[in-house]
């Protein structure tokens, strides 16, 4: 079993699915059905995997997953634990925000995490740091642990913009948060060039992006709440192939999958080689 050295905790890596607007209900709860067979398999470490279905999905792959209710979860039989995510959040509890989904609507869903500021997001419908800031707040208010993307496009790698543009995107995202306790965070660092390209980043970039992201995130937080209430992954054309460069101890500690995770078969040759 990993331990982490710092708390001697167990440690846990995170395997995000984000589905987007890719499946259909009936595919996602198919592929919801396929996945939760998978969790019934032994493994050596915790891995949490973070289902993220559309909106219209939520409510059947709940009830697949089960939540914390889950059987599974309880009797501890296992370590691989399936939860869900959303794609995105509101920053209101309520209101008259036509189109919009509030976190206390995730809630009864069983909901546990939500993906914000992905790439998409800000680069199609104008999401920008500040709405990544309220929606961060909004989820640690409400219980929820938010996946905050950020990363560089190819134009900021270019210039040598890198570290400045994650500077930027944690500096403002992360305005006034904090956490307490058991709240969480997990900042998904996403080269924007490479989501979707079947091509990852080099390793070693990846690698120095954590480095720059925990430098930063000492402006924010105590060492010890970095260490125990934040986690940071990597995404961006992960698959089978190239996934056990991208989970490194302390450093990085699991992956956002898009494409691959659309397909059982690419999905869970990922999660076989992280067990
Ligand atoms: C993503 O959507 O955040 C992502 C990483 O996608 P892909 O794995 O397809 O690059």
Not at 35 to 41: C, H, I, N, Q, V
Not at 66 to 73: A, K, L, R, T, V
Not at 173 to 199: F, S, T
Not at 214 to 230: G, M, Q, Y
Request: charged share 25%; aromatic share 6%.
């Amino acid at each position: 079993m990993v331990k982490n050295k710092k708390n001697n905790m167990t440690q846990k890596t995170h395997i995000i699915a984000n589905w987007k607007m890719q499946l259909s209900n009936q595919e996602a709860t198919d592929l919801a059905v396929a996945l939760s067979r998978e969790t019934k398999s032994s493994v050596q470490k915790q891995i949490e995997i973070i289902l993220c279905p559309s909106f219209t999905a939520l409510v059947q792959v709940s009830a697949i997953i089960g939540g914390d209710s889950s059987p599974d979860f309880r009797r501890g039989q296992n370590d691989i634990r399936l939860q869900l995510g959303a794609q995105n959040i509101f920053y209101h509890d309520k209101g008259a925000y036509t189109g919009e989904i509030s976190p206390l609507q995730l809630k009864e869903l069983k909901v546990k995490y939500a993906i914000i500021g992905h790439s998409e997001r800000r680069q199609f419908l104008n999401e920008n740091d500040h709405d990544v800031n309220l929606k961060i707040k909004a989820c640690l208010l409400n219980s929820l642990t938010p996946i905050m993307c950020i990363g560089e496009t190819f134009e900021e790698r270019r210039l040598g913009k890198t570290a400045v543009a994650l500077i930027r995107q944690l500096t403002r995202g992360l305005e006034d948060v904090k956490l307490e306790n058991d709240q969480k965070l997990i900042i998904a660092y996403e080269p924007v060039w490479v989501i979707g390209r079947g091509q990852a980043v080099d390793p070693e970039e990846a690698l120095q992006a954590a480095q720059i992201i925990k430098r930063v995130l000492l402006d924010f937080f105590t060492p010890e709440i970095i260490a125990n209430n934040i986690t940071i992954i990597y995404g961006g054309s992960v698959d089978a192939g190239n996934v056990k460069n991208f989970v490194v101890p302390g450093l990085l500690e699991g992956v956002l999958v898009g494409s691959a995770s659309l397909i059982f078969e690419k999905f869970s040759k990922i999660i076989d080689v992280l067990k």
